[in-house]
């Protein structure tokens, strides 16, 4: 499996958005769902966003209301939209494909003043 490629993480204030991409490389990606993860320093790895392969998004409680998670299967890229970003956002995050592509190096989001 190839791995995934993430990008458009960086530095925002408080209140602000970031938009993440991950596109993967291969056939047949708009039958596999992708998920997002992110892991803070001394922190578990956390769940953020989930898209099937036919559309449907699932958030946890963390995120619900300020992420949006979406796709485009043309491309085989699947975004993380994050809005109104706090301190308790800042991580490296992960996409993931389950089946389809491999983790990658991730994307560093950083939260600050």
């Known amino acids: 499996q190839v791995p995934v490629v993430e990008s458009g993480g960086g530095v925002v204030q408080p209140g602000g958005s970031l938009r993440l991409s991950c596109a993967a490389s291969g056939s047949f990606f708009r039958f596999y769902t992708a998920n997002w993860y992110r892991r803070a320093p001394g922190k578990q790895r956390e769940l953020v966003a989930t898209?099937?392969?036919?559309?449907?998004?699932n958030y946890p409680d963390s995120v619900k209301g300020r992420f949006t998670i979406s796709r485009d299967n043309a491309k085989n890229t699947v975004y993380l939209q994050m809005n109104t970003l706090n301190p308790e956002d800042p991580a490296v995050y992960y996409c993931?494909?389950?089946?389809?592509?491999?983790w990658g190096q991730g994307t560093q989001v950083t939260v600050s003043l």
């Open positions: 898209i099937t392969s036919n559309g449907i998004a």
């Open positions: 993931d494909v389950p089946g389809f592509a491999s």
